[in-house]
């Protein structure tokens, strides 16, 4: 059975969730290699115990470190591929609409090029109309 993803819809306050979720996920992985390479460095057993508030078996830390790497690259992962999704144009606006790249183009070249636009257009309809 298929799984529907949920509906995303681009909005300023999801992009910088998905900023702070990706460098949140990815601290995450850092600390939890951190931690994994400072106990293998001091030569710790699997069977020994390692924290001091709370001994825990070397072992079970090992299973969390590990869960722990698997999930802050799955919640960075998720977070960017939105943030790619965003930055192509691909989420619909709150208001249901795409954002469109023409208009963008439009606005960000020089008159010449608007220029040319408008005769390629003009030539256009005259070679239409006359078919």
Do not use: N
Request: net charge positive; with cysteine; proline share 4%.
């Amino acid at each position: 059975m298929r799984r529907l993803r949920p509906r995303e819809v681009l909005t300023t306050g999801g992009v910088i969730a998905s900023v702070v979720m990706v460098v949140f996920g990815l601290g995450l992985i850092v600390l939890c290699v951190t931690l994994l390479v400072q106990e293998l460095r001091a030569g710790t057993g699997i069977f020994e115990t390692v924290g001091i508030a709370k001994p825990t078996p070397f072992w079970l830390a090992l299973i969390g470190a590990c869960l722990g790497i698997l999930g802050g690259g799955k919640l960075a992962l998720d977070s960017a591929g939105y943030l790619v999704r965003a930055a192509r144009g691909e989420l619909p606006r709150r208001d249901g609409s795409r954002p469109t790249r023409r208009t963008y183009v439009v606005r960000r070249a020089s008159r010449h090029q608007r220029q040319v636009w408008a005769r390629s257009a003009e030539a256009r309809r005259q070679r239409d109309a006359g078919e």
